[in-house]
């Protein structure tokens, strides 16, 4: 299938590596140009070079707490690449911990960056989509939108907010034809998930009974998420919008 990807440009946050990396990775090999940003220098700048440099990637420093990031990052595509057509937006994961262990700085933190710095880079992505006719926004979110997640009680509060904040965005913005689409990583081996299996004490023992709570009995591989992440970014998912998608190998268990 051709997605309709080639000349397209596409700003990634939190793309250094893991999710938001391999996404771009997909973006790039079917033909798109894209803009990468993360909060350290060397990783972005590596990231950018490793997806065939300033022809096909630039990388900036740059933070979603900081309010001015999101019009850089707008910014930055027109000037290199000329156009915009869409954005993935990924945040690192909040702490670890139950809502009711993490502290109110814990709390407070996360919400600067993963909810507020996710709320206006999808508004400000939208806007300026809606004013160049149109493109697609996907938010990187968690399994934790539909179903708590054991020991990530930030996440568990802030990411179903995400998902009606997308929703409604999506309805605003659909008739200036804007797509926002959720997407819902379950266990893909990312550096945060090898973190979050140390936590444990037995990363082993851990992992094991993660593969053996996914019907497909296995983590999944973070380009197969990316796979499905460029797709809905795509022309191809032209009519796909106001959705979460999950891509977890099964284990939600919503109908």
Not at 138 to 152: D, E, I, K, Q, Y
Request: charged share 20%; aromatic share 4%; glycine share 14%.
């Amino acid at each position: 299938m051709d997605l309709g990807l080639t000349d397209r440009v596409y700003v990634l946050t939190g793309a250094s590596r893991g999710l938001g990396f391999a996404t771009a990775q997909c973006l790039v090999a079917d033909g798109a140009r894209v803009v990468l940003s993360a909060r350290d220098a060397d990783a972005v700048a590596a990231a950018a070079h490793r997806l065939g440099g300033p022809e096909r990637a630039v990388g900036l420093t740059a933070d979603l707490a900081d309010a001015q990031t999101p019009e850089r990052l707008v910014a930055a595509a027109r000037e290199h690449f000329g156009r915009l057509d869409g954005a993935l937006v990924s945040v690192g994961g909040p702490p670890p911990g139950s809502a009711a262990s993490v502290t109110d700085e814990q709390w407070r933190r996360s919400f600067e960056t993963v909810f507020l710095g996710t709320v206006r880079m999808v508004r400000t992505v939208a806007e300026n989509l809606a004013a160049g006719g149109g493109g697609a926004v996907g938010l990187v979110l968690s399994t934790s939108a539909r179903g708590p997640v054991p020991g990530l009680g930030i996440s568990n509060g802030l990411r179903p907010g995400l998902v009606g904040m997308a929703k409604d965005v999506a309805d605003e913005y659909g008739p200036r034809g804007v797509r926002v689409v959720g997407l819902l990583p379950g266990r893909i081996m990312t550096d945060r998930n090898v973190e979050l299996f140390a936590a444990t004490g037995d990363p082993d023992r851990a992992r094991a009974e993660a593969e053996a709570a996914i019907p497909l009995r296995r983590i999944g591989a973070p380009d197969e998420f990316g796979r499905v992440a460029a797709f809905v970014l795509s022309p191809a998912a032209s009519y796909l919008t106001g959705v979460t998608v999950p891509v977890d190998g099964g284990v939600l268990r919503s109908l």
